[in-house]
């Protein structure tokens, strides 16, 4: 009988999930879901045929020089795999794969909701009824900005841009982007689109701003203090990409001194440590904060893990896993 491979997973994962990969693999489960710790994870990759690693481990080339000689496919639990070091991966020979696809309803649904929580001021709405401080109905009080027939940037026009611009459209915003290229002439005809080859003219003008690209070392603080200076005083910017994607500190600075409006963040620098001074802003209802939940449905999760044994599989089978990573879609 052909030996199982052992299979080690970092996080809990949905039981369905957790369940085939037993009855697949020799499967080595994470019971009580607490991130793994460096020593643990140089462990896994030392006693590991496959690595399913999240978000939440990061594997840089250090540790993958301890990995032992059997570990041959890192299948990654997630779309980005910014926290794998995957050159590093490739040239000790290492098979890296990723889940896409399958987030991008789910977050292209969050950013909807978080440019609508900052423009509208939901979540502070939210808290003044249970709180006991509504006096009634005023007509200047809780003023938002309307959204329909704004300007709406998005940096990054990959699967999840498109989904946003669907949903944007919808609400009668106008659609502009900046991407290393163009979209097919078809889907930008559908989407009315703009092109912007230069990112900072399109800053400039826009209303709303939505970060959607990856985190690469190309897009580290793309949205530098110097361009975020760019946007408009009565702009917003959402960002359910990665939080390195923006520069924090110049961002929270930008928006305590009134020189941006607002912003609704699903992700951060150093996550899951939050910038105090964000925190202050969030009190003070400038900002909108929520935990990294912008994939989080109980589809996209199981659809994940199913992407996951999918590669898996098709690697102890001898075959290209589907979702392989490669050094040119970095």
Not at 3 to 24: G, S, W
Not at 60 to 68: M, W
Not at 153 to 175: D, N, T
């Amino acid at each position: 009988m052909k030996k199982r491979p052992v299979v080690v997973v970092t996080r809990r994962l949905p039981d369905a999930v957790e369940t085939r990969m037993r009855e697949l693999f020799d499967t080595r489960l994470n019971l009580d879901d607490k991130p793994l710790s460096r020593e643990e994870l140089a462990a896994a990759l030392a006693t590991a045929d496959v690595l399913v690693p999240t978000v939440t481990d990061e594997i840089d080339a250090e540790l993958l020089a301890e990995a032992g000689p059997d570990l041959k496919l890192i299948a990654n639990f997630g779309n980005g795999v910014d926290h794998i070091d995957v050159e590093a991966a490739i040239g000790r020979g290492i098979t890296v794969t990723n889940t896409p696809g399958v987030l991008t309803e789910d977050t292209a649904d969050m950013t909807m909701a978080l440019i609508l929580a900052v423009a509208r001021r939901i979540p502070e709405g939210s808290r003044i009824v249970p709180d006991g401080e509504w006096a009634g109905w005023s007509p200047t009080w809780m003023l938002g900005r309307r959204i329909t027939g704004k300007r709406l940037g998005i940096v990054g026009m990959g699967r999840i841009g498109q989904a946003l611009a669907r949903r944007a459209k919808a609400f009668g915003l106008s659609i502009h982007y900046h991407n290393r290229r163009h979209v097919p002439a078809q889907i930008e005809q559908e989407l009315e689109a703009t092109y912007w080859e230069s990112l900072d003219q399109m800053l400039a003008r826009m209303d709303i701003v939505s970060i959607n690209c990856p985190h690469t070392p190309a897009t580290y603080h793309l949205l530098s203090a110097r361009r975020l200076k760019l946007m408009k005083p009565d702009a917003i910017l959402v960002n359910t990409s990665r939080g390195e994607v923006i520069d924090e500190t110049a961002l929270t600075r930008l928006i305590e001194a009134g020189a941006i409006a607002g912003a609704g963040l699903d992700v951060f620098e150093e996550e899951p440590a939050v910038n105090p001074r964000l925190l202050k802003l969030a009190r003070q209802h400038k900002v909108v904060l929520l935990p990294h939940m912008g994939s989080a449905t109980q589809e996209s999760r199981v659809d994940m893990g199913e992407k996951v044994i999918v590669n898996i599989k098709s690697f102890i089978d001898g075959h290209k896993p589907p979702d392989r990573v490669l050094l040119s879609m970095l």
